[in-house]
């Protein structure tokens, strides 16, 4: 990523501090804003966020860990989520997400190096009838065997 353009990211950010900064309870859309334009809230972030707020790096870092919609750390550009819920996770669901790990060479909650996939484990998906079931953004996959993981990942790898 250009310098410049990091630089331009923050300046549009610092313009938004500037324009909440006295509102109440402004670090949440203040966080919101940043995850929007940066895409995660990395230690530079939220330590810029903590300085131009004038709100503790400590607040800052627990808000950003404490609400799911917040991550430290960029997501790829297809999230892959494999249902653990029980349904699921009786059927099989850890094998896929094992063959999901070995395939993209990838630990769960982490990104490929190239940024393509997030592979992340969930509870839920409401698709309980389908299980195992996994989602590569917002399409479903059901009744899935490692055996299928390869070819379903031909799709986003072209």
Sequence with gaps: MCYCDE???FEELR???QE???DKGALMPVLQKAQ???GCLSYDIQEFISKELKVPMAEVYGVSTFYSQFTLEPKGEHII?????????VKGAQAILDRLSK???VEVGKTTQDGKFTLEATRCLGACGLAPVM?????VYGRLIPDDI?????????
């Design 15 to 17: 313009k938004f501090i």
């Design 7 to 9: 630089q331009s990211k």
């Design 150 to 158: 390869p070819n379903i990942l031909k799709e986003y790898q072209k």
């Design 81 to 89: 989520r494999v249902c653990l819920g029980t349904a699921c996770y």
């Design 20 to 22: 909440k900064r006295n």
């Design 103 to 105: 395939e993209l060479n």
């Design 135 to 139: 989602m590569i953004g917002e399409k």
């Design 36 to 38: 929007e334009i940066f």
